[in-house]
């Protein structure tokens, strides 16, 4: 509840501000604005810079004495930019995950609305006392004199000047100058006008002695029902016969939002095949419109093994949205991993969908989102920050691939569009449908508890099977010299692959690592390249003759000598998948493959561009890390190699065995998706861990018995939640003393029974970007708890980057 103004004092509003400013400063509104409304965007002063602000509150809790609030500059837009809901989603994850509102905004808005420029100040005509004219407030004023306004760059110049930032907002604390705007201004969305052609509206006698005006509205019936004005005039569309025919009302003028080219960012390939509904389809598709038909939240789990129609069901789903006059939002994880997918929606549901994504240029960007907001758009597709779609009538939101880790954000802003579309879904009583062939633990227990139906697909459909899978142990496997103990492809991975190419059908490689080796390491003396940033090795890039650090980016040339001992013994460690197509080509010649990893992805359209190839045929082998998983459907496909199903089970997190589960899961089920059957190898030198047999059944049920009791016998999610403190620093013991002291706050203001607490301890990766790291753990039962904590450690002189639900513990 916000605190109503005092009578008489001036009207007053809280903003979001494009920034990692912590709250919602709070501005007058000056004398002839009209009355502001949550979701505007207003001109506003914020230090020396002039930035786009969204108003969030207006009449807002009266600010303290001390603190002189400015004036806003100017009023962008009649109605309200940003809608309610979106808004109200915004501000509550910014409170959730302890971010900057601001960090949120600009993950949900267009960065080309929210431009920023620099503030010119001007003089009031206020008389200056001779007192403010001396020493530096003297020297500032006296440059205001030949000029009508000044830029604050420009009084920064001035030689001798001190402090100019705190002299400027002095002298406009009492009145002498104010600001204006200057500069850049935050942009709307580029448009473009068509003519709306009647193409049954009878043509009235006059125009029989306007031969030309005739002839031209003949043309203009033979294009589609909305012709671009500039294709209009080039067909003699004139303005004096466009004013002539609307005034007829045989076409009117409209204007729409310039958007992406979709066909261009969806690709070519063959049109998805047409399938018949299964008996499991059906029910799930009647579960989903029937909740979306009570018009009140509610969260579904579509269970389908891979290759089980899941696609189908979101699709008729999203049909049915659209039938009610409802709008959706489609979540994928990784859009550039999705072209075949976008294609798919865009032949059932038209060009009534809107692309949202960082991969479209901000003028692509802005048509699509300002299409969205003003209705032009009934369906939105994109990665986690399309949760912030700008629709009304929301009806549906669909998560595909809803364990995946992506939709959590690594850097802050840390939301989840998972928790972030469960609130916008209870909010707007919205249907939330997850769909996953292996849910995470925290679904699967949902699920189980009955706190969220979940709608199963347990087969394939038609005659596919899944893939039949093979264990190969890497220790009874022979290794070639020069590879240190290292195997690449078994045996009985080349026998298969080689049966496969022969046949004429195509192979996937799955090998979790870019680059040519994650280690240069020097014989003589044991240096590693160690990155001087970060506490991990650079990996060599062939490629570019490159050591990169994929941390930092801190990055030098091959070295053709050690520089520690000047040995020239410099040999690569390890496989990444540069490494890999090297060897590829040597095992089998002549066979055209595709590499699918970060650097390819990294190219604009890069990503689609291989996938492409792959899916027309163009390469019979598609090789990468575990991009080659996600969710991609290949009919000519048979045969998958994962190479290194250890990798995952190393790292230090207790997700570990999961994240191994889903992705040697998942990648099993990209081949045997046609008439053939499918076989997948998987290398590992731990063929008896729980994750890996579980895997090779392909039995999500078996692996979650057993993760779920691990999960609750040493209290991790999802029977407790977490919360991640992470101190940073230039200086080890500075950073290693914050930490401390964090852990003296909690143990102060917390027992043991309500909150439990882990470290501090240095971080899995110690020193990253420059900095070192220490962290503490939280697990608690209640997230409450968590929100105390958080609130004791931001009030420190030092404070943590807090990770509430961390998704990742490095």
Request: charged fraction near 25%; include cysteine; charge should be positive.
């Amino acid at each position: 509840m916000t605190t109503p103004p005092h009578a008489g004092s001036p009207r007053r509003v809280g903003v979001i501000v494009p920034s990692g400013f912590p709250g919602l400063p709070t501005y007058t509104v000056p004398e002839g604005f009209p009355e502001l409304r949550p979701g505007q965007r207003v001109l506003a002063p914020f230090g020396q810079r002039m930035i786009t602000a969204v108003v969030a509150q207006v009449s807002p809790p009266v600010a303290p004495d001390e603190v002189r609030e400015r004036p806003l500059l100017a009023l962008l837009d009649e109605a309200a930019v940003l809608p309610e809901p979106v808004l109200e989603a915004v501000l509550s994850a910014a409170t959730y995950y302890f971010a900057p509102p601001g960090e949120l905004l600009r993950a949900a808005v267009p960065a080309r609305l929210l431009a920023e420029g620099e503030l010119a100040y001007r003089l009031t005509g206020t008389e200056v006392p001779a007192s403010e004219r001396e020493g530096d407030a003297g020297l500032l004023l006296a440059s205001f004199a030949a000029k009508a306004a000044v830029r604050f760059q420009d009084l920064a110049g001035i030689p001798g000047l001190r402090r100019p930032a705190l002299l400027l907002r002095d002298l406009e604390r009492k009145g002498f100058i104010a600001v204006e705007e200057s500069g850049k201004r935050a942009e709307r969305a580029a448009t473009e006008a068509f003519l709306d052609v009647d193409p049954k509206a009878v043509l009235p006698e006059s125009l029989d002695r306007r031969p030309a005006v005739k002839a031209l509205i003949e043309k203009l019936r033979q294009e589609p029902s909305l012709v671009p004005l500039k294709t209009a005039r080039r067909l003699g569309a004139t303005p004096e016969r466009v004013e002539l025919l609307a005034s007829l009302g045989l076409v009117r003028v409209v204007t729409k939002n310039l958007g992406a080219d979709l066909k261009v960012h969806a690709g070519t390939g063959a049109p998805s095949r047409a399938v018949e509904l299964t008996a499991a389809q059906i029910e799930a598709v009647r579960s989903v419109t029937g909740a979306l038909s009570r018009q009140a939240e509610t969260t579904l789990l579509l269970d389908g093994i891979t290759g089980s129609g899941k696609t189908e069901v979101y699709l008729a789903a999203l049909q049915a949205c659209r039938q009610m006059g409802k709008t959706a939002i489609f979540l994928v994880p990784e859009i550039a991993l999705a072209p075949a997918l976008v294609r798919r929606i865009l032949a059932r549901l038209g060009t009534r969908v809107s692309l949202l994504h960082s991969g479209l240029s901000d003028r692509e960007r802005a048509g699509e989102w300002s299409r969205t907001r003003d209705g032009e758009a009934d369906v939105v597709v994109g990665p986690r920050s399309a949760v912030f779609a700008p629709l009304s009538r929301l009806g549906l939101i669909v998560i595909d691939e809803a364990h995946d880790a992506a939709y959590k954000q690594a850097e802050s802003p840390r939301y989840d569009a998972r928790d972030v579309a469960r609130s916008r879904a209870r909010r707007e009583g919205a249907v939330l449908l997850l769909g996953s062939a292996t849910p995470s633990m925290e679904q699967e227990r949902q699920a189980r508890e009955k706190r969220i139906p979940r709608l199963s697909l347990p087969e394939r459909p038609g005659i596919r099977r899944t893939a039949s899978v093979e264990v190969i142990d890497l220790k009874a496997e022979p290794f070639r010299p020069g590879d240190h103990g290292r195997i690449l492809f078994a045996r009985r991975t080349l026998e298969l692959l080689s049966q496969t190419f022969e046949r004429g059908e195509q192979a996937i490689l799955l090998l979790n690592r870019r680059g040519f080796a994650p280690t240069l390491l020097c014989r003589s003396c044991g240096q590693d390249f160690r990155c001087v940033n970060c506490s991990v090795a650079r990996t060599l890039h062939k490629r570019w003759q490159r050591l990169l650090c994929h941390y930092c980016g801190n990055a030098m040339d091959r070295p053709s000598t050690c520089p520690a001992c000047q040995s020239e013994s410099l040999m690569p460690v390890g496989f990444g998948t540069e490494r890999l197509a090297e060897r590829f080509e040597e095992a089998f010649p002549g066979v055209p493959y595709a590499v699918l990893d970060r650097d390819a992805a990294a190219r604009r359209g890069g990503a689609a561009r291989v996938l492409l190839d792959f899916e027309s045929g163009r390469a019979r082998a598609l090789l990468g890390t575990q991009m080659v998983a996600k969710g991609h459907d290949f009919p000519n496909a048979t045969a998958l190699a994962v190479l290194d199903a250890d990798a995952l089970l190393s790292f230090p997190d207790f997700r570990a065995a999961e994240r191994t589960f889903q992705l040697l899961t998942q990648a099993a089920g990209r081949v045997g998706r046609g008439d053939k059957p499918g076989i997948v190898t998987i290398q590992t030198a731990r063929p008896e861990h729980p994750a890996i047999r579980a895997a090779v059944q392909q039995d999500h049920r078996l692996f979650s018995d057993a993760e779920l009791e691990f999960r609750k016998t040493f209290s991790y999610p999802p029977y407790s939640f977490l919360l991640l403190c992470l101190w940073s620093g230039e200086s080890l013991p500075g950073t290693s003393e914050a930490a401390a002291a964090g852990r003296r706050a909690l143990d102060a203001a917390f027992d043991r029974k309500s909150l439990r607490i882990l470290g501090p301890a240095p971080a899995p990766l110690e020193r990253l970007k420059g900095k070192y790291r220490f962290q503490i753990l939280l697990k608690a039962f209640n997230r409450d708890v968590l929100r105390e904590a958080g609130s004791v450690l931001r009030r420190l002189p030092d404070p943590p980057l807090l990770d509430i639900d961390p998704q990742n513990l490095l």
